[in-house]
């Protein structure tokens, strides 16, 4: 996943704990009393329209993946060991799941909504110091963050990626463009079909405190994702009247 993607959702901080799919270590902003975040990744002005051969590519990859199923697999900075699968379908939304020995979990997007599962949920606050004791009858259940319009900055291509031909390749037999993006410590390298469809094939993350390879594929696949039931959804006001400190 790409690092807009971990900062979108890493701008669901709630009392200081950052929910991470993504590469990249980042603090977001707090989110407000109805559960919406104030985050610059995810609303605001547009930025100037890029122009050059690399932006046109970039277009082009986030525009095939916004319109196609895939799936992605590779590791995740939640947790120091936290692996995660990916599943997105432009005609429901995306889900993450996340192994670790810290905490398993799920999450899901939709119409720019994350939904994070408790257990992961309480498991990052209390990996950022705020531990908090959950009712067991809510485990089972979800808390809810506005953080943007869609979803696609979890596999989107973000603007200032230029090409790297040195860092071309071939993946699954398809020869494949370097896009690099750098900042705050973390460098990705995206991996897209030369050829149309321009599919992400690859990315490459290097950052602080680790790093790892995700990989795209069964594009066109059937994806069978089901949002979680609206009766397990709470808001994070409803979660931190439930909870008490740890």
């Not at 932006?55 to 936290?82: C, H, I, K, Q, Y």
């Not at 996340?98 to 599962?117: K, R």
């Not at 603007?159 to 370097?178: H, I, M, Q, S």
């Amino acid at each position: 996943m790409a690092l807009r993607g971990a900062r979108l959702l890493a701008a669901a901080v709630i009392g200081g704990a950052a929910l991470l799919t993504g590469c990249g270590g980042t603090t977001g902003p707090e989110a407000g009393p109805d559960g919406t975040v104030d985050d610059p990744l995810a609303a605001g002005p547009e930025s100037p329209v890029e122009e050059g051969p690399a932006a046109e590519l970039r277009r082009a990859v986030n525009e095939s993946m916004a319109t196609t199923t895939f799936r992605a697999a590779g590791p995740s900075p939640a947790f120091p060991d936290a692996q995660q699968v990916m599943w997105s379908d432009p005609e429901v939304g995306v889900r993450v799941a996340l192994t670790s020995e810290t905490s398993d979990g799920e999450m899901f997007c939709q119409d720019g909504v994350v939904y994070t599962s408790v257990p992961l949920f309480a498991a990052r606050m209390a990996q950022s110091g705020d531990p908090v004791d959950v009712p067991p009858q809510v485990l089972d259940g979800f808390v809810s963050v506005q953080v943007g319009d869609d979803c696609g900055a979890l596999f989107e291509v973000p603007p200032g990626a230029r090409f790297a031909p040195e860092l071309d390749t071939v993946v699954a037999g398809a020869e494949a463009t370097a896009l690099v993006t750098s900042g705050g410590g973390v460098t990705e390298t995206f991996l897209a079909a030369a050829e149309a469809p321009h599919h992400l094939l690859r990315l490459e993350s290097e950052f602080a405190d680790g790093g790892g390879t995700t990989v795209y594929d069964s594009f066109g696949d059937p994806v069978d994702i089901r949002m979680p039931d609206e009766a397990k959804v709470m808001s994070t006001e409803e979660f931190f009247n439930l909870v008490q400190p740890g």
